[in-house]
């Protein structure tokens, strides 16, 4: 299947490892133009290496809007236009809520809510003007089920979504398609950090994060050209609810 990917100017974020990394690959193979970003130079140097010459690396803090806007602008210059941006970031610590503090808040809200709108407004009105964009976030499966003893990823990662429904309806009607992608237990650093019971998965394993990454290299395609507020769950059948 062609994808229709190829000439394509994509942006993702968080790409150094893991799941980021993961996507900015499978864009890489289908032919689109890669501008990735990530806060530590060494392992983005080295995933921007994998991916080739044609890749724009930078190292940007997507808690800080200027250094958002500065990372879409660079890309602008570089490729001309943005195509399709995957927002992504890590992920709060596991705590319960009496264990976390209103700074724990603060940090959760700023990485993964904060983060995903300062990307949606540096590039939406650019996919606006020119009629044609694919914004893709990465969240988890918690933002249909919650995970114990992941209250602040459960709420800040919910937040996202709702930014999604409510981006996808506004910008429909210029062919800018805004999706949330909901990853269950991957084998990443992250991972390493949880207790994971297999048994509670259906399938009976844990993700590799090429297989997360294929679904968004799908929805950021000209195949996915009527889904739209979509939340994608790719977790081996972990969520139990309809």
Known sequence: MDLGLAGRVAVVAAASKGLGKAVALGLAAEGAKLAICARGREELTHTAAQIGSDVLAETVDVTVESQVEAFIGAVVRRFGRIDVCVTNA?????KRFEETSMEDWRAAVEMNFMSTLHFARAVLPRMKEQHW??????????????????????????????????????????????????????????????????????????????????????????????????????????????
């Open 133 to 242: 964009g694919r914004l893709i976030t990465l969240t988890s499966m918690a933002v249909l089920q919650p995970v114990h003893g992941l209250i602040l990823s459960n709420a800040a990662r919910t937040a996202v979504r709702g930014l999604v429904k409510s981006l996808s309806n506004e910008y429909a009607p210029y062919n800018v398609l805004v999706n949330n992608v909901c990853p269950g237990y991957t084998a990443t650093e992250r991972l390493k950090k949880l207790k994971v019971d297999t048994s509670e998965i259906a399938l009976g394993r844990i993700a590799a994060p090429e297989e997360i990454a294929n679904a968004v290299v799908f929805l950021a395609s000209e195949r996915a050209s009527y889904i739209t507020g979509a939340s994608v769950v790719v977790d081996g059948g972990w969520t139990k609810a309809l």
């Open 90 to 94: 890590g992920g709060p610590p596991a």
